[in-house]
């Protein structure tokens, strides 16, 4: 049986491809996935869509990470926590600049919690939140958290507001909402209702 056809830039199948839908985006702040090994081959992965459109972007793949591989001095962790200051708060705040770089950790829940845990120099940076105006559009993965958010929607979230220009970090959103409707048009219509929409109304 011959393998599936892969798209080698967005590391989707090839029926699948994102690339036409990616738009360049030239942020700002440095923005760097540290990513579940679990996530990188999931078809409706997305955070390749940040990496893919963000100039100033990375993605590192594995459980535990080498601290030198970031200037901790100005470092951002992208992360709910009580401690956490609003990134709307620092577009004006004199504590970051143009090095500055944000880190946003790509898995589930579960698994993103436990990256932190496993990296104490993680836990010792200062947290960020961003302020969600709707729910997650990611209508086929399940997160515990009323305010989870899709990779991509988080990078979204922060860059618009550490810019005050949600219009320019819209192609993000875009690709997500193409992504996520390929998915769901090749899944039965029954099945999508009874494990997708039928279930988010039992939890609400």
Same mark, same amino acid.
């Given at each position: 049986?011959?393998?599936?056809?892969?798209?080698?830039?967005?590391?989707?199948?090839?029926?699948?491809?994102?690339?036409?839908?990616?738009?360049?985006?030239?942020?700002?702040?440095?923005?760097?996935?540290?990513?579940?090994?679990?996530?990188?081959?999931?078809?409706?992965?997305?955070?390749?869509?940040?990496?893919?459109?963000?100039?100033?972007?990375?993605?590192?793949?594995?459980?535990?990470?080498?601290?030198?591989?970031?200037?901790?001095?100005?470092?951002?962790?992208?992360?709910?926590?009580? %401690?956490? &200051?609003? *990134?709307?708060?620092? !577009?004006? /705040?004199?504590?970051? @600049?143009?090095?500055?770089? $944000?880190?946003? #950790?790509?898995?589930?829940?579960?698994?993103?919690?436990?990256?932190?845990?496993?990296?104490?120099?993680?836990?010792?940076?200062?947290?960020?939140?961003?302020?969600?105006?709707?729910?997650?559009?990611?209508?086929?993965?399940?997160?515990?958290?009323?305010?989870?958010? %899709?990779? &991509?929607? *988080?990078?979204?979230? !922060?860059? /618009?507001?550490?810019? @005050?220009?949600?219009?320019? $970090?819209?192609? #993000?959103?875009?690709?997500?909402?193409?992504?996520?409707?390929?998915?769901?048009?090749?899944?039965?219509?029954?099945?999508?209702?009874?494990?997708?929409?039928?279930?988010?109304?039992?939890?609400?």
């Amino acid at each position: 049986m011959s393998k599936r056809a892969v798209c080698k830039r967005c590391s989707k199948a090839a029926s699948a491809c994102i690339c036409a839908t990616i738009k360049s985006i030239d942020n700002q702040h440095f923005l760097h996935i540290l990513q579940d090994p679990s996530e990188e081959k999931k078809a409706v992965g997305t955070a390749r869509i940040l990496d893919l459109s963000l100039k100033r972007s990375k993605i590192s793949i594995g459980e535990q990470f080498n601290a030198a591989m970031f200037d901790l001095a100005n470092s951002y962790l992208v992360f709910p926590d009580e %401690s956490a &200051v609003p *990134a709307q708060q620092l !577009l004006h /705040s004199r504590d970051i @600049n143009c090095n500055s770089q $944000f880190i946003l #950790l790509d898995g589930s829940w579960k698994k993103a919690y436990k990256l932190l845990m496993s990296n104490p120099f993680l836990q010792a940076l200062p947290k960020v939140s961003i302020n969600i105006d709707q729910k997650s559009a990611y209508r086929i993965r399940k997160s515990p958290r009323e305010d989870g958010l %899709s990779t &991509v929607e *988080a990078g979204y979230y !922060l860059l /618009s507001q550490l810019e @005050n220009n949600s219009e320019k $970090f819209k192609p #993000l959103l875009d690709s997500f909402a193409y992504m996520i409707d390929y998915q769901i048009s090749k899944i039965p219509a029954e099945i999508y209702q009874k494990n997708y929409v039928d279930k988010q109304e039992e939890q609400k």
